[in-house]
């Protein structure tokens, strides 16, 4: 199984400042199709997860270009320009290059 | 407007079985794959069950394999999840959610159904 390992598990961040999170892959995620297949969510307080970031940096529709995800071999990163309030909760990154597909363990981001 | 709201969530004792069910709107249902994720009390998510838009692959997590079955049917724009042999592990949200039929990425999550095991 591939394993997702993210860091920080928990980061509290001062409006308006960046932020970033890891998310590293215990191997490549690198499909045929030259897209990495990781994706990111983030899980707001009460509700269900919703998709930030496709095949390693692509937005989905409606997320703010304040969002942003790279990759780097086995090592992937999600960055918030200036972090909003609204944008608290649980971010999770995850791999669906091959079953059983793999979340990371989730990052808390909440207001200083 | 895209839809997905899953049913059938409940209290049921170790052992038991129960079978939970996603209603799909608004969007072309054999055009996607449809997925099962969950996420136990306090925890992260974690993957359950995909089945392909004409239901010819089909994978379950190691966790459920053997006990869950996966159906869907396209004329009706449903998913089902079977569960037999419950456990108490398997207390959770359950997440029905769509996703890419080549990308594989998870665009559309449902509500959610819960699902309690407990004697």
């Known amino acids: 199984d591939i394993v997702m390992t993210q860091s920080p598990l928990s980061l509290p961040v001062t409006p308006g400042e960046p932020a970033s999170i890891s998310c590293r892959s215990s191997q490549s995620l690198l499909h045929s199709s030259g897209y990495n297949f990781l994706d990111w969510f983030l899980q707001k307080p009460g509700q269900s997860p919703q998709l930030l970031i496709y095949l390693g940096s692509n937005r989905a529709s409606g997320v703010p270009d304040r969002f942003s995800g790279n990759a780097s071999g086995t090592d992937f990163t999600l960055k918030i320009s200036r972090v909003e309030a609204e944008d608290v909760g649980v971010y999770y990154c995850m791999q669906v290059l091959q079953t059983p597909y793999t979340f990371g363990q989730g990052t808390k981001l909440e207001m200083k | 407007e895209v839809h997905l709201v899953e049913s059938g969530g409940g209290l049921v004792k170790p052992g038991g079985s129960l079978r939970l069910s996603c209603a799909a709107s608004?969007?072309?249902?054999?055009?996607?794959?449809i997925n099962w994720v969950r996420q136990a009390p306090g925890r992260g998510l974690e993957w359950v069950s995909s089945i392909s838009p004409r239901s010819n692959n089909i994978y379950y997590a190691d966790s459920v394999k053997g006990r869950f079955t996966i159906s869907r049917d396209n004329a009706k724009n449903s998913l089902d999840l079977q569960m037999n042999s419950l456990r108490d592990e398997d207390t959770a949200v359950y997440y029905c959610?769509?996703?890419?039929?080549?990308?594989?990425?998870?665009?559309?999550w449902g509500k959610g159904t819960t699902v309690t095991v407990s004697s």
């Open positions: 959610t769509r996703s890419h039929w080549y990308y594989y990425y998870m665009d559309v």
């Open positions: 608004g969007f072309i249902f054999t055009s996607y794959n």
